[in-house]
């Protein structure tokens, strides 16, 4: 039922709320995940399934699908509700202290609530020449959600940052060509990711190249490129453009909230707490002195943040949840006996989207 009262819900269901998730299900607390998207894992789902990870604990190298589903099996393991396609609009706090959460579906109550939303909604930067919109989807992409597509293809992907980087390296072993141009003479990729491409077969065209013209009817055929100090244009027979010039940042509903916000993101403090009582924030969408944007670190934010919460909910609790050993054990007995005695669903999952019931 959508408006009983859980103890934790997460407005979204990327990888931080899902590791969350994990946390609440182990301090024996009701949760409840919302998601916009139809499926859970947030950006390494949306912007790159089938890259490589190489910077979380524990996987030297992993698949962002692989991760998330792995994140995934350790987050619904324990008595759960995810609602998927569901857009959170609103939050607001009752005077008794109830978190009300507003979505496009319904109303939902919460004892707290953990934003997890990331940077809200993705919307990648353009570029201005003609064609490009028509050509989107047909050789014009921002992000790269199946390898398959790209093989034995002439690409050219665009930009100077962490995710122009990684594609160029996931996309070297099955295109056929790859072009890389970036505007500016300084990179804002990790060094290494650009010695990678710099060691690899793909072509690096630096600074100061940019896209000019992008040629082709049902899809994208040559696209002209300009070396904007010298003038040297190049014609380049390109099946696939991937442009990767940054995100804007749009909160959206989030702005709303009567959240601090700080430079577009939701500001906490050592515990991830909010200015609002009860609710807390991890991940991507939180600032604090010393911020990085890493799943890694958005994990231990969502550990403190949940750990706070049960603390918050129940005072006697404490906030260390201790060892994860005898605890995962004791937890998995207390959510067995708790079904058993009709208190909690034995289902261990409920999920839900835009079809389904
Ligand atoms: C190309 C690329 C490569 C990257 N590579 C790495 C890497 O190698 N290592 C690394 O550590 N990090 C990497 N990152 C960064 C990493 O993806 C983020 O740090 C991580 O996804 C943050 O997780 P999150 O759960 O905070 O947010 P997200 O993954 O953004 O998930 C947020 C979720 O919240 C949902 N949401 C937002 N607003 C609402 C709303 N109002 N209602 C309902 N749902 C909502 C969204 O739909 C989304 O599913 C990379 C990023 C990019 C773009």
Not at 54 to 60: E, K, R
Not at 273 to 277: A, F, P
């Given at each position: 039922m959508e408006n009983e009262l859980y103890d934790i819900t997460f407005v979204g269901a990327g990888p931080v709320a899902l590791y969350g998730m994990y946390y609440a299900g182990l301090r024996m607390t009701r949760y409840k995940a919302i998601d916009m998207l139809d499926e859970v894992g947030g950006g390494l789902m949306a912007l790159y399934p089938e890259k490589y990870i190489?910077?979380?604990?524990?996987?030297?190298k992993i698949l962002a699908k692989d991760l998330t589903r792995q994140m995934q099996q350790q987050a619904t393991q324990y008595p759960h509700t995810m609602c998927l396609g569901e857009k959170v609009l609103d939050l607001k706090r009752t005077d008794e202290g109830i978190i009300e959460i507003t979505t496009d579906r319904g109303l939902h109550l919460s004892k707290t609530v953990v934003v997890c939303a990331g940077l809200g909604a993705y919307i990648p930067k353009k570029i201005d020449v003609p064609n490009i919109q028509e050509l989107e989807g047909r050789g014009v992409f921002y992000s790269v959600r199946r390898l398959r597509d790209f093989h034995g293809k002439n690409i050219l992907v665009v930009g100077g940052g962490d995710s122009a980087f990684d594609y160029s390296m996931m996309l070297e072993p099955v295109a056929a060509k790859i072009t890389h141009i970036h505007r500016n003479d300084f990179f804002s990729a990790h060094e290494d990711s650009v010695r990678k491409v710099r060691e690899s077969s793909v072509e690096l065209l630096v600074p100061f190249w940019e896209v000019k013209e992008i040629e082709g009817d049902d899809w994208v055929k040559r696209v002209t490129i300009v070396q904007t100090r010298t003038g040297e244009e190049r014609v380049l027979d390109i099946d696939a453009i991937i442009f990767n010039i940054g995100f804007l940042t749009n909160l959206g509903p989030i702005e709303q909230w009567g959240l601090t916000l700080d430079k577009n993101a939701i500001a906490v403090d050592s515990r991830m707490?909010?200015?609002?009582?009860g609710i807390y924030a991890a991940g991507d969408i939180v600032t604090y002195d010393g911020k990085l944007k890493l799943i890694s670190t958005g994990c231990g934010e969502v550990a403190i943040a949940v750990n706070n919460a049960k603390n918050y909910i129940?005072?006697?609790?404490?906030?260390s949840p201790g060892h994860s050993t005898d605890k995962h054990e004791l937890a998995q007995q207390r959510w067995a006996k708790k079904s058993a005695a009709g208190e909690e669903n034995p289902t261990p999952s409920t999920t839900r989207n835009k079809t389904g019931p």
């Open positions: 190489y910077d979380v604990a524990g996987f030297p707490r909010t200015n609002v009582e129940h005072p006697k609790a404490k906030v």
